[in-house]
């Protein structure tokens, strides 16, 4: 396996030649070829390979794997600063670029919080100076994440800030919100709001029977469901963009599917995890499941799968969350929520591929195209002139997870030890190779 740092000068000339080509931006999926150079896509096309390769151009069969556009993770938390015990910018960029993740958009819940336009230009300056794939940060919606007072929206946009949220904090106060939406209105800036009420939310599960039979508190649907209808009505008052950051269970993507069809600027994410399992995966108080929102019922993570396969929901993010041992070797009730996911994002989510319940297409578009459009990105395409930020892989390949060849901090993830279908063997940053699978 092969890492690199972003390239500072044009990389070598590189053609992907006889591969699957999927663009999700142009709907295309063909046999061809892709050629990259000066740190952009030159063309996306058939036969390339066959009109003869350009002078000093590195050439890459692909023998029929996958080449399509980078993932852009829109949910993922990077300790820097202030927990860098649990991963940094530089650990957290080659998980993500081991998983296909060319594109990272880290949460404000650092500390200090991501409030004032000087942590902004921090988290820029080091992943610049230490990551491998791009970095982006999103910034506090109120200050210290307490949902009292606004941030200063329009100055930490400026200072390069892709979207607002208060992390896993919802804002308590439909005033504040309000305000929120309306202000970042005038600046076409995105809210990305965590739909679960404080006080519905103190257990530690999903509330049914399951919980009761684990004799574990747990928290009830209605607390999801609750804040997402109050967050639909303000954004119809306000209409100001709106995104749901972790939508798990039917109701809530009821409510979704009315506010789209009204035509509101309202989108949405659905978490890798909360695709992938269930509430009864707890199993014996496994802390590796213990996540927030709750995994819930087998019928509501059906719901979210059909809901990614109709486009209801427009994006499937990691969630990325590493928490360290102390954290998690504890009972359940008392363990961190959380699991890391950066790396096997693009390999779980192919699950759903195999068993014919998303097509490939529209999944690299939840993963890839829809965030980047969401977020005003110049990412998720393979149209010529686009950044040439790649993924190359073999969906049919199948491994067992190892959790200690991961390369983020901590070891948190759900899928330890479970067998996927689906491996990155190469990812691209600006035309540069920055991962390689041997």
Known sequence: MRDGRLPHQNPRPLLLANARVIDPSRGSDFHGDVYLADGVIKDAGFGIAAAGVPEGAEVVDCKGAVVAPGLVDMRAFVGEPGAEHRET??????????????????????????DDPAIVDFILRRARDTAVVRVHPMAAITKGLKGEEMTEIGLLQAAGAVAFTDGYRSVASAQVLRRALTYARDFDALLVHHTEDATMSQGAMNEGAFAARLGLSGNPKAAETIVLERDVRLVASARGRYHAAALTCSESLEVLARAKAAGLPVTASATINHLSFNELDIGAYRTYFRLAPPLRAEEDRQALIRAVASGVIDVVVSDHLPQDVEGKRLPFSEAEPGAIGLETLLSAALRLVHSDQVDLVNLLAALSTRPAQILGLDAGTLRPGAPADVVVFDPGLPYVLDPAQLKSRCRNTPFDEARLDGRVLRTIVAGQTIYEYV
């Open 89 to 114: 910018l530089a650990s957290a960029s080659h998980a993500a670029a081991a998983g296909g993740v060319t594109t990272i958009i880290c949460q404000p819940t650092t500390d200090p919080v991501v």
